[in-house]
């Protein structure tokens, strides 16, 4: 027990992105420091509640994982105690919060997450979330961490696909991870040099990609085309790699970039390679902007805590640490909208999204 009686829970949930074991280190050692409290790790997210899983970590527990990926405490991303394997569990979990003796409990995660972490915190649970995807599609939030590190690993893959794309004087194609919002694609594609970027917000005309595909064939012999997983064809369907439904988001894109490659063969006089990163954009090392920005985040959080602030995400807008409401940030996703600096200036720049003139809707 802590001199101060604070015990805080810590867990992480869903998705895996860099920058996750920053944000343990900041919740944890501020408020070790700072209000002598007492951490619990809980295992594999909300798993980890559901199944009573969970441990204290001392302060050399939180030492040397800054730069590390991944999250010490492990995750899962189809434990929702609401609907767990066809069950509501959600009492059983209130009930180990209780057991645990904990004063608050700090959920880093995403949209499903934070959305689980409002029902939670209606039935009594003091919650604070800290928004984490690397998809950066979080409602009332100008960024999430683990969304440069993913960026960075498209820009260095665009880097290099662009160098045997010059050589070989082909059509290189580059899909990106973001589900259902187009902020991976959009800010690699544009750190890449893009010229065609297409985004799950504005269905693309296959005609107009392979018009602009073919235009900078001619202009340099080789194109690069950066597609988000979540891009359809207008008037088209999502392409979907697999199902899952006991998870949040049963639907698991992937295969766009294939898609595309077979549908620019039949219109194009040009080689054509088809890349898919996948989970490469999550793992390893978080960048340097992650690192500082998890670490702001998490001693944020931490503050809300000690000042028995709780149903709160700790978010960023206009480069201010600030809060809102969880019931303001649950089910909510944030698209890319054409008002979006990056998108104008990619316009200005001659980047193509598939779209014929002005009619992005």
């Not at 996750?20 to 798993?47: C, H, P, W, Y």
């Not at 029902?119 to 009594?124: A, D, V, Y």
């Not at 259902?180 to 010229?195: E, K, N, Q």
């Amino acid at each position: 027990m802590s001199k101060s009686g604070l015990r805080v829970g810590i867990l992480t949930s869903g998705g895996d992105c860099s920058g996750l074991n920053a944000v343990i280190r900041s919740v944890a050692k501020s408020l070790m420091l700072n209000q002598e409290a007492t951490i619990i790790g809980i295992k594999d997210g909300f798993l980890g509640l559901i199944e009573q899983r969970a441990t204290p970590l001392t302060y050399q527990d939180c030492s040397g994982i800054l730069s590390s990926g991944g999250t010490i405490l492990g995750t899962c991303n189809n434990a929702n105690p609401f609907n767990y394997n066809g069950q509501d569990v959600s009492a059983s979990v209130v009930e180990y919060y209780h057991k645990l003796d904990l004063h608050a409990l700090v959920v880093i995660g995403g949209d499903g997450s934070l959305s689980v972490s409002h029902l939670l915190s209606k039935l009594g649970m003091n919650i604070v979330g800290v928004p984490k995807t690397i998809d950066n599609d979080l409602w009332g939030t100008d960024r999430t961490f683990g969304f440069d590190t993913a960026t960075t690993v498209v820009t260095d893959a665009l880097d290099r696909l662009q160098t045997t794309g010059q050589s070989h004087k082909r059509l290189m194609i580059l899909e990106t991870m973001g589900r259902y919002a187009g902020w991976i694609a959009l800010h690699g594609g544009m750190a890449g040099g893009a010229d065609v970027i297409l985004l799950p917000e504005f269905p693309y005309d296959i005609d107009e990609v392979a018009r602009a595909c073919e235009k900078r064939m001619c202009e340099k012999h080789y194109s690069i085309l950066v597609v988000a997983e979540g891009a359809k064809p207008k008037n088209g369907e999502l392409t979907v790699r697999e199902r899952v439904c006991t998870s949040h988001d049963p639907l698991r894109l992937g295969g766009i970039a294939e898609a595309l490659k077979q549908q620019l063969a039949v219109k194009l006089d040009a080689e054509i390679r088809a890349t898919t990163l996948g989970h490469i954009q999550r793992g390893g090392s978080p960048s340097s902007f992650d690192r500082v920005f998890a670490t702001n985040l998490g001693c944020y959080a931490a503050s809300l805590v000690a000042q028995n602030k709780f149903g709160l995400v700790a978010v960023i807008q206009n480069n201010q640490m600030t809060s809102l409401p969880l019931e303001k940030v649950a089910n909510k996703t944030r698209l890319v909208t054409t008002d979006d600096q990056t998108f104008i200036s990619a316009r200005a720049l001659g980047v193509s999204f598939g779209v014929v003139g002005d009619n992005f809707k």
